[in-house]
């Protein structure tokens, strides 16, 4: 006899099929340049928040196959600091869905190209709005759950969610 598994599905539109996080697994990997820093050779932090949000945007069209915008992101911090030459990779995954918004969790790491030390520099979470052909918020797919790693990381990131719209108090 056949067992088939019950899959976890959560959020999103259930009309849409749904998706796997690993279906968005994304990684953006570049190196820093004088251009990205300043005189002392460290990367400037704005620089890489420009790169953990395009990181996490392309997670985010991903699983939505829709263009994107940044509605927030939550506080970033620099544990270490980032150095010209150094290979900056930044992964992203959908942790989380709601009906057209998706939190995204972007891990970051730089590598030293000639010592190969890896550093965790920094993780941030934002939040996409998946947009229709009118520029108006649309449903995104559904969120399959795949083990107890992803349901930890929805759970986190659903209580986080609640927090931010407690704070803009539009829910
Ligand atoms: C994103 C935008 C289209 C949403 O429009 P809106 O009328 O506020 O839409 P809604 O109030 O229906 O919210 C849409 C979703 O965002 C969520 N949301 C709204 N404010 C939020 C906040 N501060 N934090 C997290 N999520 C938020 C809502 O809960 C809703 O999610 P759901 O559909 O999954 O339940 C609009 O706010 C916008 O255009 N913002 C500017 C985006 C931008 O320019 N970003 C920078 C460049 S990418």
Not at 26 to 55: C, F, R, Y
Not at 74 to 82: H, I, K, R, Y
Request: charged share 25%.
């Amino acid at each position: 006899m056949e067992i088939r598994e019950q899959l976890d599905v959560r959020g999103g539109d259930p009309r849409l099929p749904g998706k796997r996080a690993t279906e968005s697994h994304m990684t953006l990997s570049q190196q820093m340049m004088p251009s990205d820093a300043n005189p002392l050779g460290n990367v400037h932090g704005g620089h890489i928040m420009k790169l953990i949000d395009e990181a996490g945007a392309l997670a985010a069209m991903r699983h939505a196959r829709r263009p994107v915008v940044t509605i927030t992101m939550d506080s970033v911090s620099f544990l270490s600091p980032v150095r010209v030459g150094h290979l900056l990779s930044l992964r992203g995954a959908v942790n989380w869905v709601g009906k057209t918004s998706l939190e995204v969790g972007v891990r970051v790491e730089a590598e030293n190209p000639i010592t190969g030390e890896l550093t965790h520099t920094n993780s941030a979470y934002a939040v996409y709005v998946a947009l229709d052909d009118q520029g108006k918020p649309c449903p995104v797919p559904p969120l399959i759950l795949a083990g107890d790693e992803d349901r930890r990381r929805w759970n986190e990131a659903e209580a986080r969610q609640q927090i931010r719209l407690q704070r803009t108090k539009k829910k």
